[in-house]
């Protein structure tokens, strides 16, 4: 039966009265904010400040569904792997004090810790290249086990003895055990359990009367409820929140997490030394730039430097973003972990920061545009294939999205979607030649390809396979917490939907093995002898990434 609308939804927006509020920029914060979530579902608070002064403070969507509680500014959201630069601001604090030291294996503050003959240090936990294995990405971390209450000493020993993912110090792969063991080396330095130091040692004395390690049983004033959803919106899935412990099990509002940072880059929290420490992106010792600090993601937003981090857990989705240059803050929060707000953040960001996000497009004829056309490498040999597709120019990184190239400026162009900017050098006497591809992406603005000889590979063969074999995919798979891969099928095609993104077709390979056309990425399942499958593995971008199966 068709559900019908007879009454258009409230808009639950809630405005601060802003000084001298300038109409045009609200309006188009407005746009971005009211584009990317419904009024009828559950929403966002969204936060910005530039120089200490709020440019943009509102709400929208509902805190509860069922009563039909609209959302404020107020609500209290769970901020999940936001949690971490807490963590890690905490250590730091003990380091300067003398009570842990970064370079010091973890079997000085955790004695009994098996490291299996290798030295882990605390800074390497910090920067996610210790090589342990995540706990979240275990197959036995189910959903059974993650509804039990665990302390932290069992949270700790439910992933200590897994064989570890490499050498430490050899690669960056996000880690949630590492940030777990850095809260258990917190309480066995300070004798105080991890929700009780960050009380006493940062939300007291700052006053964030609002942020708090999460409870189940407590009653907390403002607390957001939490949705998932598929075809439609449910409560999200339990989940203990012992589990997450100091990698994600803060809650938190847009005002208390405002205050964090500017209280964190006045130097309130750490000294300025210390956190330029914390800011400096690792470099692992093959070169690459693993483009992560101490608990901070390190980027830059068109010309500008950046330090930021996004949170995903159960029923909810949360980034906070400082624009360095510009000083500016944004703060968003979710309460569905359906729609990711990375995106959006950027974008206020770069508007609450004077940029220009979508600059006027011009056309260009297909003779120019096929001069752009090819197999472009950086000086890791990573590849970007630049094609022309029906008279859009098309650029895909090596384990990446493809994105459409909207021209703006002779040579110049915008990702469509993206604040990030590409322009095409040419180089040689008379007739010139493309050379290079300079991209200015969220990590840099001088990321430089070089044009090469070899061809455009070929696209990848379709396999065509049955309802009957592709029935037994269907299914949501959960990768980590708060993000699964929804699988479905309608006739002979298969769709796969991330938590947050949109639903894309996937194409068989093989009778288990699908690829994507719009990113560069491959999913395998693995049926048992019975023909159900229990398991799935994304392989994006260098890495496996294990999904269980969850409905």
């Known amino acids: ?45 969204v936060l910005i400040t530039r120089k200490g002064d709020v440019v943009y ?55 009994d810790y098996p490291t299996q003959g290798k030295k882990i240090t605390v800074e390497q936990l910090l920067n996610h290249t210790s090589g342990i294995k995540s706990y979240t990405e275990m ?31 050899t690669k960056y792969k996000y880690n949630n055990s590492g940030y777990i063991l850095l809260g258990y080396i917190i309480e066995r330095v300070s004798g105080k359990s991890y929700a009780a130091y960050l009380d006493e040692q940062f939300f007291k004395p700052l006053g964030m009367q609002h942020t708090y390690y999460d409870s189940s049983e407590r009653l907390i004033k403002n607390r957001a409820n939490g949705y998932s959803k598929e075809k439609e919106y449910t409560n999200t899935e339990f989940l203990s929140t012992t589990q997450p412990y100091s990698a994600g099990a ?39 730039n693993s483009y992560y600090g101490y608990g901070w993601q390190i980027g830059a937003l068109m010309g500008s430097h950046t330090i930021e981090h996004g949170g995903a857990i159960n029923g909810f989705l949360s980034y906070l973003i400082y624009v360095k240059e510009e000083d500016v803050c944004v703060a968003v929060l979710t309460n569905c972990d359906c729609v990711s707000p990375d995106a959006l953040g950027d974008k206020l960001a770069a508007l609450a920061a004077d940029k220009d996000l979508a600059p006027t497009a011009i056309s260009v004829k297909n003779e120019v545009l096929t001069t752009y056309t090819g197999v472009y490498e950086n000086d ?31 040579g110049q162009f915008y990702f469509e979607n993206s604040l990030s900017r590409l322009r095409f050098t040419e180089e040689g006497k008379g007739a010139k030649k493309v ?23 070929a ?93």
């Open 57 to 111: 403070k509102k709400a929208i969507g509902k805190a509860s569904i069922e009563l039909d509680v609209p959302l404020s500014t107020d609500n209290v959201f769970r901020i999940g792997s936001v949690t971490k630069q807490f963590t890690s601001a905490a250590i730091l604090k003990l380091s300067e004090e003398g009570k842990v030291n970064l370079q010091s294996d973890i079997t000085t503050y955790i004695p």
């Open 380 to 410: 890791k040999k990573e590849q970007r294939i630049i094609t022309l597709e029906n008279g859009v120019l098309k650029s895909q990184r090596t384990g990446s999205s493809k994105f459409t190239l909207v021209p703006y400026a002779p």
């Open 250 to 288: 803060l809650l938190s509002t847009v005002e208390d997490l405002t205050t964090w940072t500017r209280a964190l880059h006045s130097g309130k929290v750490i000294k300025p030394e210390t956190m330029q420490k914390a800011f400096k992106a690792n470099v692992l010792p093959d070169g690459t």
């Open 139 to 169: 197959v036995e971390w189910n959903a059974m086990t993650r509804r039990k209450d665990l302390s932290p000493r069992e949270l700790v020993d439910f992933f200590k003895n897994e064989r570890m993912d490499f050498e430490p110090g």
């Open 1 to 45: 039966m068709k559900r019908i609308i007879f009454f258009a939804p409230i808009l639950f927006l809630f405005a601060a009265a802003l000084p001298a509020q300038d109409a045009a920029m609200q309006a188009k914060f407005d746009q971005l904010v009211q584009a990317q979530f419904p009024a009828d579902g559950p929403g966002a608070a």
């Open 435 to 457: 050379s290079k591809a300079i991209v200015g992406d969220r990590h840099t603005d001088e990321n430089v390809w070089t044009k090469t000889d070899k061809p455009i590979p």
């Open 459 to 551: 696209g990848k063969q379709e396999l065509q396979l049955t309802e009957a074999q592709l029935t037994p995919f269907t299914g949501e798979y959960q990768l980590a917490p708060g993000f699964t891969i929804t699988v479905t099928r309608e006739g002979t095609q298969l769709f796969c939907q991330a938590t947050g993104q949109s639903r894309f077709e996937v194409y068989a390979e093989s009778p288990t093995r699908f690829f994507l056309k719009v990113v560069d990425a491959t999913i395998e399942f693995y049926p048992d002898e019975k023909g159900a499958v229990p398991q799935m593995t994304l392989f994006q971008g260098g890495q496996e990434i294990p999904g269980t199966r969850i409905k």
